[in-house]
């Protein structure tokens, strides 16, 4: 039997037997993505790769069919004190915030550094603090997010 018309009876029989048709598991497939990306390092040229990696994985799936957050932490979280003073970079984060990108900050990495989250950190508020990152990115991989760490 050729593979043509092997599909075709396989897809025949699928579909008298109950199972789904190729339209309900394309409908699955467009479910929303989760993503959870990792900004932990101290350097600002990587700190602004992380946001691009973001806008551009929103951009290739769009805003809506897209659930991402960036958990913040160790030297990441210079990205939301230098913010305080720069437009530019302040733009970028309102940006990718108004597309629904959250952004998760760790209390450990807020008290090691003897910070103030309303006044040392740009647009943080007390829903955005995560006890732990790194156990918050633990508990989305558990859930099934993707995780980058670009």
């Known amino acids: ?19 789904p048709t190729v339209q ?4 699955e497939h467009r479910k929303l993505k989760h993503v959870v990306y990792e900004l932990n390092e101290k350097d ?12 551009n994985n929103l ?3 769009g805003p809506t069919a897209m659930h991402i957050e960036i ?3 160790g030297g990441g979280i210079n ?8 437009d530019a970079l302040q733009e970028k984060i309102n940006g990718l915030k108004k597309d629904g990108v959250k952004f998760r900050v760790c ?22 603090i995560v006890p732990s990152g790194v156990a918050y990115l633990v508990d989305r991989q558990l859930e099934g997010w993707a995780y980058m760490h670009p």
């Open 59 to 61: 951009n290739a799936s």
């Open 44 to 55: 600002p040229s990587h700190e602004l790769a992380v946001l691009r990696n973001v806008k």
């Open 24 to 27: 309900a598991w394309a409908g």
């Open 79 to 86: 990205l939301l004190k230098n913010a305080v003073l720069d």
């Open 107 to 128: 209390n450990n990495t807020i008290h090691a550094n003897k910070l103030n989250y309303k006044n040392d950190l740009y647009d943080v508020s007390s829903e955005d």
């Open 1 to 19: 039997m050729n593979r043509r018309r092997f599909l075709n009876t396989l897809f025949g029989v699928s579909t008298l037997a109950g199972f």
């Open 71 to 73: 958990v913040i932490h």
